[in-house]
């Protein structure tokens, strides 16, 4: 095999790699907000679920919540499910881990906002809602983007579990590659386009760093 056909190859598998990466993420950050806030509820069933919850995600392997996620329809409901589902298993999978990982960063961060900046938003008459979309999370974003950035390019590299359930991404692809062509170059060229990957995400996230640079964080 020629290292022009390897590449296409291994950049197919990259397609799958990117989809997982981008919903992921699309469907886990706003998730994780929405978890934070439950978390943070005065409500103590409510905390108490949410607290298990993101316990259970953070303290088991993604690879066990992907196979849990996968097969667990079948034996505990003896659902029958197509092979389509293994995609849509990986997505569920990760968005719920990672959602449980962004949670608790969307939290720091919104406890480490002085309660004073609540205190001065309600004497110039902001409503709750509006203090918070227009104060509070502009700060808090600030403040968690280096933590975002640090999960965002692990999740690129934990795309690569998919194969645990038979959805073949990119390493998957180079694992089949370097077995056929009994070669380490097929992992050569997936560890570049991992880090390809990786800097683009974290040149993007720098940017994003830099546009919040407007909220001073003292």
């Keep these: 095999m020629n290292v022009l056909t390897m590449l296409k190859l291994l950049l197919s598998g990259m397609g799958m790699t990117a989809l997982i990466f981008f ?5 886990s950050l706003p998730l994780g907000m929405g978890i934070a ?14 607290k298990v919850y993101i316990s259970i995600m953070r303290g088991t392997p993604l690879m066990l919540q992907l196979l849990v996620v996968r097969y667990g329809p ?11 589902y293994d995609l849509y298993a990986v997505l569920i999978a990760f968005v719920i881990n990672y959602a449980a990982y962004f949670a608790e960063i969307y939290r720091s961060g919104i406890e480490s906002i002085p309660q004073g900046q609540y205190e ?17 999370l502009p700060q808090v974003i ?3 983007l280096p933590s975002i ?14 194969f ?12 089949q590659i370097a077995a056929a062509e009994t070669s380490m170059l097929p992992y050569v060229f997936a560890g570049i386009l991992y880090y390809i990957f990786n ?11 830099k546009a919040f640079g407007y909220y001073e964080v003292k």
Excluded at 120 to 136: E, P, Q, S, V, Y
Excluded at 164 to 175: L, Q
Aim: glycine residues 6%.
């Design 23 to 27: 919903v992921t993420l699309i469907l």
């Design 37 to 50: 806030f439950c978390r943070m509820s005065k409500n103590p069933v409510l905390r108490g679920i949410t």
């Design 74 to 84: 079948y034996f505990i409901f003896r659902a029958k499910l197509s092979d389509s």
């Design 120 to 136: 001065a938003a309600r004497l110039l008459g902001f409503g709750k809602g509006r203090t918070f979309t227009m104060i509070i």
């Design 142 to 144: 600030k403040r968690v």
């Design 149 to 162: 950035t640090n999960e965002t390019i692990t999740l690129v590299k934990d795309t690569s579990l998919a």
């Design 164 to 175: 645990t359930i038979g959805v073949i991404e990119m390493f998957t692809r180079a694992k």
């Design 199 to 209: 800097y683009a995400v974290a040149f993007g996230m720098e940017k994003a760093e």
